[in-house]
């Protein structure tokens, strides 16, 4: 028998898909092209609207997400996902309210941290396009299928790292000194360190070793057959897929534990996943030019998982003090946007010598 939280997910991953086949031109005869500045400003616009709209909804219609429908069910999600949640005995649907409030709280603070974190995804993903000598328009295919694919991989790893967190308390620990030592080695890690080795890849090598590589493109296939003996095919094309989604995969060894530390609800996780990666993938052909801009971005990304990892290892302490989920979000803000003030106002040193040369 399905669950609630089944019902609802299968109907969460219809709409993502609905949206995902409109997105790349599945009902209409639309060819793989050059994504222009207003389209990618038109998809982005409507990830980002369906992500807020979908605020007000877990807001309101939260408990559709877990079946709640009495007290009894309520205080038993709460004790599971949300023991902080003071219910009102006697009280349910103020007590829900809260509970939804809180859910509502966690989606949208869990959303800004995976948007953000996920912004370095578009260096990576700009370095794996010109390694393999992708065309430009066949980018957007590339990225819908490759991050498709890790939105499956994204699935298992959050609900086995939810069980685990249920059953063995201490991993909270670890995820928050991992979260420390990533944000310190961001901190100083250089561009130059960043490279691509395509024939040495990883990827390249285990898919190499269990598919036939065509050595071309063929127009934009993924999977080609090849005569006389009708042999099936992957192209380079569906490398850069599976590549794609296994370098997601990798971002998000340090994204879905510091989205832990926001919630324990596995489905509030996936949920602000989704939103963020898929709003991400429309924003990366208008960002992809304008990144370089944001030079202080890095550091405000180093300083957020620091700050996180802090968080999950002070956590008790913290709840003692005071500390609210709110001002979690505030933080959060704060470092993003001080790092993206400093990246307007703080000119870089060589553009400063460049002017003063031209001035001589």
Sequence with gaps: MLTSETIFFLGFA????????????????????????????????????????????????????????????????????????ELIPGNFERSLQLFQNNMALEYITGYLVEYSLSADNIFVFILIFASFGV??????????????????LRFVFIFVGSAL?????????????????????LFFQKEEDEQIDTKNHPVVKLVSKY???YRRNVVDHFFIRRRP???????????????????????????????FSITKDPYIVFFSNV??????????????????????????????????????????????????????????????GVSVLASWLIPEKKEIKESVDQDA
């Design 275 to 336: 939103f963020a990666i898929m709003g991400l993938r429309s924003m990366f052909f208008f960002l992809s030019s304008i990144m370089s801009q944001f030079r202080f971005l890095k550091v405000g990304l180093a300083v957020l998982l620091t700050f996180i990892g802090v968080k999950m290892l002070t956590e008790h302490w913290l709840e003692e003090w005071g500390f609210k989920p709110v001002y979690s979000l505030y933080i959060i803000v704060g470092i993003l």
């Design 211 to 213: 598919f036939n590589v």
């Design 14 to 85: 219809a709409f993502v898909m609905l949206v995902m086949a409109f997105d790349l031109g599945a009902f209409t005869k639309q060819k793989s092209h050059v994504v222009s500045f207003k389209e990618a400003a038109t998809w982005s616009a409507i990830w980002v609207a369906l992500s807020i709209a979908f605020y007000f909804f877990i807001k309101n219609y939260g408990y559709l997400v877990h079946g709640i429908t009495d007290f009894a069910r309520l205080q038993e999600v709460r004790n599971t996902y949300a023991d902080h949640v």
């Design 229 to 259: 003996d009708n042999k099936l095919f992957v192209t380079p094309l569906f490398i850069v897929v599976v590549v794609i989604a296994f370098t997601d995969l990798v971002f998000a060894v340090d994204s879905i534990p510091a989205i």
């Design 135 to 152: 065309r430009e328009r066949f980018y957007k295919k590339i990225l819908v299928w490759g991050i498709l694919g890790a939105i499956i």
């Design 165 to 185: 967190l249920q059953r063995f308390d201490w991993i909270i620990y670890i995820f928050g000194a991992f979260l420390v030592y990533t944000g310190i080695q």
